[in-house]
């Protein structure tokens, strides 16, 4: 015998359930109702409500305003008792089908939330997503089970309230919103802001209530020619209004500083008018000239989701009009099947799928399912999904004419990107309608883009702070991990030659010996910044032999530069000056030492002494192959300083008189010009800059001068590729 709550509870889903599943299947609805109640237990949800009513809540959610089917239906209400009713799992197939089966389960993977555990439950959230990829009505189920979760939350404690509201604004009503369930997305908005921001919220319900008499007149009045010239051109059609949610009125508010009487469109009227697929477009655009002709639209309010329909599927002709007594109405121009895919959102859009199967919200799917596939199981994940869950679109076209939608803030890299990984992890920048601009321009909606690209580019980590989709953070990441491991590899190469050298084995004692020291988390950590000259070699060995860093002084005069790669172990001194007589000594030519370099010496079979930067390619290769032929070099303070040849190899982009602005900084800092050879191919520029500089800290001035200059992507000294 059931309870008459129950009994009520059960009518009114069933009531639900009309229009949207067969009479016949009913007899399902009863059988999963009794599954519910017969292994109910008296659990309470963390608002207080029954699990028994929390469920045909959720059921009915799911039905009326999701529009899904028995199967989704039937989930809905055993999911909350699964873990009871899971011995049943063979009668419950046989009566219900595989598909409840399927759902139910895909519920109960990610139904292990705790509110109050973490501000944004990301591995529960992320399982959420991940059912994308198998069954999306999951997803639809559990927001409707969020829905209801947010509508009984007031007997909650404050943590609980606090929890779920941060939660829900933060991940659900985006991914409502990019699911298309705008209204969903809108109380599941207010709801949160209900328990995050009480004060505010109750006071634009009260204005919003004080105002409802003069806002339904005005509609009234509004409407009125409207609906005897829909008639005149013989149009079928209903209109609503709608008032917009407090939060977006609040979200107003605060972006333009405003009080709620000067928020303008605070309710929109919506022409819904039944037409056939093929004059969709057509009707929509007669009925705006209708629109139009009655009243003065504002041309730069027109938005057209129609021609091409925004990421969630979402399809609309907005405008906005002066109405009745001066007053700005937003009005909203679609079709039956576009209020329904607006109003249920994916759920409409897959029963609609097969006219449009290659619509904007498939598109968006298959990036998510890229995100997922290539994301970190962290909370970061959240940072990446966010962004692509709850943003406006800009609509860019590439050099062939092929639309892309990005989110609004997108930059060129992001367009890169979203085109294919390889072309954004190379990069250099674009021409936005005919014009040069770098990777970090935001583009606008209507630009063309062609990227430009160079193999040299390479992802850095400051990309990661302009770049705003999912796609470009993802891929940029693990552009940067790879690169990291790379380096990592030759870092351990680097130190298993040396301490071989040294004599010294390589084991885990002592790099847990160096990990210690510095304090590194992994022994990656070590590699790395030994392949990158952040950590000295010469200071690991005095670690591991316990001696001192070099035993003789520095002269104080001597110029001392950060080691880059290694140092090689010095018996003697080669001293460079202008006293120095008879001493054959050249300067290598595959890196032009420069005066305050670290250098050091290699004797070599004919030519005498060859100095070499201690950061040159060659380097390495000499010291494991003839570690006995190496002398050391330091340079002494010279009077008359000579004056050094240096490469200085430059990139950007195109731009006019970019020749001049590097010859005027050659100039002001008096360099001698050797030679500069330059070209420009497809709106780029390369260059190799030979000059003459007394030593490496004017050197790097130069570089960095260079550097700032408008369109010079990057500068840096070249090295020659022979060895000298």
């Not at 359930?17 to 109640?37: N, S």
């Not at 559990?142 to 606090?162: F, H, I, Q, T």
């Not at 399809?315 to 009009?321: G, Y």
């Not at 790097?700 to 990057?714: A, D, F, H, P």
């Amino acid at each position: 015998m059931i309870s008459r709550d129950i009994y009520v509870s059960y009518r009114a889903l069933l009531q639900a359930c009309r229009g949207v599943i067969p009479r016949e299947d009913i007899p399902k609805i009863r059988f999963a109702t009794e599954i519910l109640t017969g292994n109910c237990r008296g659990v309470k949800t963390s608002g207080g409500l029954p699990v028994v009513n929390h469920a045909f809540n959720v059921a009915r959610i799911t039905a009326r305003e999701m529009g899904l089917g028995t199967s989704s239906i039937t989930a809905a209400l055993i999911f909350q008792v699964w873990d009871a009713a899971k011995n049943q799992k063979t009668i419950i197939e046989e009566k219900l089908g595989k598909s409840t089966v399927k759902i139910v389960e895909g519920l109960a993977k990610i139904n292990v939330i705790e509110p109050g555990t973490s501000p944004y439950q990301a591995e529960g959230f992320r399982k959420l997503i991940l059912s994308l990829a198998d069954d999306v009505r999951v997803i639809l189920i559990k927001l409707s089970e969020r829905l209801d979760l947010m509508r009984n939350l007031d007997n909650a404690g404050e943590r609980e309230k606090l929890s779920l509201s941060s939660e829900t604004y933060f991940l659900y009503a985006p991914l409502a919103h990019r699911l298309g369930l705008y209204n969903i997305k809108s109380e599941l908005e207010d709801l949160s802001l209900k328990y995050l921001e009480p004060d505010q919220y109750e006071f634009i319900s009260q204005k919003l209530k004080n105002t409802a008499s003069s806002r339904n007149r005005l509609i009234r009045e509004f409407s009125a020619p409207l609906k005897e010239q829909l008639v005149k051109y013989g149009f079928r059609f209903t209109i609503k209004s709608r008032t917009k949610s407090i939060h977006s009125i609040l979200s107003k508010m605060k972006k333009q500083g405003v009080e709620f009487e000067e928020v303008y469109d605070i309710f929109a009227v919506r022409i819904i008018i039944d037409s056939e697929p093929e004059n969709e477009k057509s009707d929509c655009w007669k009925v705006y000239s209708i629109i139009t002709d009655i009243y003065q639209p504002n041309p730069s309010r027109l938005r057209d989701w129609i021609s091409v329909p925004r990421s969630n599927g979402y399809e609309s002709l907005h405008t906005t009009v002066v109405g009745p007594g001066g007053k700005w109405v937003e009005v909203q121009i679609r079709t039956k099947r576009m209020d329904e895919i607006a109003e249920k959102g994916l759920a409409a859009h897959f029963k609609y799928k097969g006219e449009k199967s290659d619509s904007a919200l498939d598109q968006w799917l298959t990036k998510m399912r890229d995100i997922l596939e290539s994301s970190e199981k962290d909370e970061s994940f959240i940072d990446q999904v966010k962004s692509g869950l709850y943003s406006d679109e800009v609509f860019v076209f590439t050099p062939k004419g092929d639309l892309r939608q990005l989110p609004a803030g997108s930059t060129v890299l992001d367009f890169a990107f979203d085109i294919h990984s390889d072309i954004g992890c190379t990069c250099v920048g674009a021409k936005v309608n005919g014009r040069n601009v770098t990777i970090r321009h935001i583009l606008q909606n209507g630009d063309q883009v062609s990227v430009l690209t160079s193999r040299n580019q390479k992802p850095s980590h400051d990309w990661l702070s302009f770049v705003v989709t999912s796609k470009a953070k993802a891929k940029i990441k693990q552009a940067l991990n790879e690169e990291r491991s790379k380096a990592a590899a030759e870092g351990r190469e680097i130190l298993s030659r040396r301490l071989k050298n040294w004599k010294i084995p390589f084991s885990d004692t002592v790099i847990k010996k160096l990990l210690e020291h510095y304090q590194f988390r992994t022994a990656q950590d070590l590699y790395f910044n030994i392949s990158t000259g952040k950590t000295d070699l010469l200071e690991i060995k005095s670690i591991l032999t316990n001696t001192g860093k070099g035993e003789e002084a520095e002269p104080a005069h001597e110029v001392q530069l950060p080691l880059k790669h290694f140092e090689p172990e010095y018996t003697d001194y080669l001293v460079i000056d202008e006293k120095v007589e008879g001493l054959d000594y050249r300067l290598a030519k595959c890196c032009n030492p420069v005066f305050g370099d670290r250098i050091f010496g290699f004797v070599t079979i004919s030519e005498g002494i060859k100095v070499h930067r201690t950061s040159c390619p060659n380097a390495q290769f000499l010291t494991a192959r003839y570690p006995y032929r190496m002398v050391a070099a330091k340079w002494t303070q010279a009077k008359n300083i000579p004056s050094f040849r240096a490469s200085v190899k430059i990139t950007g982009i195109e731009e006019i008189g970019i020749v001049n602005r590097i010859a005027d900084i050659l100039a002001e800092y008096k360099i001698t010009l050797r030679s500069f050879n330059y070209n420009m191919n497809d709106g780029m520029f390369e260059g190799l800059l030979q000059i003459m500089v007394p030593n490496n800290d004017v050197l790097q001035v130069i570089i960095k001068k260079i550097t700032s200059i408008k369109g010079v992507l990057r500068a840096v000294r070249q090295d020659s590729e022979k060895a000298g």
